[in-house]
Nanobody, 129 residues
Framework: EVQLVESGGDSVQTGGSLRLSCATS????????IGWFRQAPGKEREAVAS????????YYKDSVKGRFTISKDNAKNTVYLQMNSLKPDDSGIYYC??????????????????????WGKGTPVTVSS
């Protein structure tokens, strides 16, 4: 069974930091890409960042560039999202999702509404001022 399990969400104040984890199992980790997405109440889901699990190629949404870092640990089949200098607009449910790496980059970079194959259930992040 394919599983993606997010963890690390919390409530922090503006300027704080969090590290989210996406632990995966049940698929060939190195053959996929992982995207991080977030959704706030009443708003559409938006892509945050992506990484190719074979070569480590990364992509970031402009709004998080310089503040967030996506990384991977292939030995643990886990992807991380380090979030620094958090702002209230960063609040939402954060999801990780998997697809082939080209499709992952396409979805995350263009804002497509579908295309990821596997999804986690999400972890909440709240940034208060």
């Amino acid at each position: 069974e394919v599983q993606l399990v997010e963890s690390g969400g919390d409530s922090v104040q503006t300027g704080g930091s969090l590290r989210l984890s996406c632990a995966t199992s049940g698929f060939a980790f190195d053959d996929y890409g992982i995207g991080w997405f977030r959704q706030a109440p009443g708003k559409e889901r938006e892509a945050v960042a992506s990484i190719s699990l074979r070569d480590g190629f990364t992509y970031y949404k402009d709004s998080v560039k310089g503040r967030f870092t996506i990384s991977k640990d292939n030995a643990k089949n886990t992807v991380y999202l380090q979030m620094n200098s958090l702002k209230p607009d960063d609040s939402g449910i954060y999801y990780c999702a998997a697809a082939n790496p080209v499709q992952t980059l396409l979805v995350v970079s263009t804002g497509l509404h579908s295309g990821m194959e596997f999804w986690g259930k999400g972890t909440p992040v709240t940034v208060s001022s």
